[in-house]
């Protein structure tokens, strides 16, 4: 098939998927289930996994949908890497889910919603930008270093440890 | 009790309860069964919860030990609010933890271990911070905006929604 026609087809499988996470967004808002956040992990037009916000449902604030099919795709794979694997997104994700799908490997991240269309309905994530680049003493939330020497003695021991399985 | 003395007691209470996550981080390393990271979640005197890093273990990118406490946390105590819970985290926490932290409205952080400790021990989370306040276009990650319209409709379904938990 010509190139042309092969990023056509590509397109297609993306806006398919990122579809259903709006679906998946749109109903969870409706039913009162949580959030109205939808996310779906693919690898090419295969769905792997798929998650909703769950935060009032579980009562697990790390229960965001980005995070939830995160977890679901690496149970469902047996990996704790989800290299080869894109998520679609309903809205941009937040640090949290940003920093998740960095440490999930993810390839390659697709969303339709802005920060903005968030906020406006009730979810800022603005403050959690402001505060992750500030210095630990500049955060609004109190943070207090201590034990800075025994801090070092549980990374000594993994350093030691020859099973480790570094990730 | 005159205020010197409280103080003197409130900090005994902080550096048992940071002891206590830098021997989960120590006992988890040795055992092989994750990284070498702990976390305690209290109100007090009260530990209310534990975590250590089961990412191999679980195969979950996202049970860090922060996480995995303030899941189990909010478990225990039936809500997705751990206001009047402070966290003591072995090691300072990652952007994603730190997130997970703000989400979950703890009051306070202690923490021992730096990220120069953890990056001398192959855990590396300097790409997170640098990677975060960039504009989606200038982040490694390749990152798609579409559907920009379609996007807001899950937040207008939200406000419609009149048995919605905001959170």
Chains 1, 2 share one sequence.
């Not at 579980?58 to 989800?82: G, K, N, Q, W, Y």
Request: with cysteine; aromatic share 8%; glycine share 8%.
């Amino acid at each position: 098939m010509p190139a042309r026609y092969l990023l056509v087809v590509s397109n297609q499988i993306h806006l398919s998927h990122l579809r259903r996470a709006l679906k998946l967004a749109s109903t969870n808002a409706r039913s009162g289930a949580g959030g109205p956040f939808g996310a779906v992990i693919a690898t090419g037009v295969e769905i792997i996994s798929e998650g909703t916000n769950r935060v009032t449902a579980e009562m697990d604030p790390t229960a965001h949908a980005e995070v939830c099919a995160i977890r679901e795709a690496c149970r469902r794979l047996s990996r704790f890497s989800l290299q080869g694997c894109t998520i679609y997104s309903s809205c941009e994700p937040c640090p949290m889910c940003l920093s998740a799908i960095y440490w999930a490997r993810l390839d390659a991240l697709y969303f339709a919603g802005s920060r903005e269309d968030a906020a406006g309905a009730g979810f800022d994530d603005s403050l959690l930008y402001e505060q992750i680049p500030l210095a630990v003493g500049e955060r609004k939330l109190p943070t207090v270093r201590l034990l800075q020497d025994e801090g070092k003695q549980a990374f000594q021991a993994w350093l030691k440890q020859p099973d480790r399985i570094p990730y």
